[in-house]
C-alpha cells in the first residue's frame, strides 16, 4: 500500500502553528486550499498585503524544519 507524502502543510501565520490535519502532496492543491482559508478568515488581503494563512514544506519534504 502506498504511502501519501506529506509534503505542503498549511501555517497559520498568526499562531505561527500548522493547521491540523492539512496535508497536500501537490502544491497547487495546497495553494488552493490556502486561498480558500485566506477568503473565509475575513481579512481583506488585498488591501492589507498580509496572508494568515501560508504554503509551508510538509514533514516529507526534504526542506522541512520541524
Known sequence: MAKTLRLYQIT???TRKPVP????ADKMAAKRKRQELNKSSGIATEVVGFLRFVVSPGPDHRNFRG
Open 12 to 14: 497559520d501565520t498568526v
Open 21 to 24: 490535519g492539512l496535508f497536500f
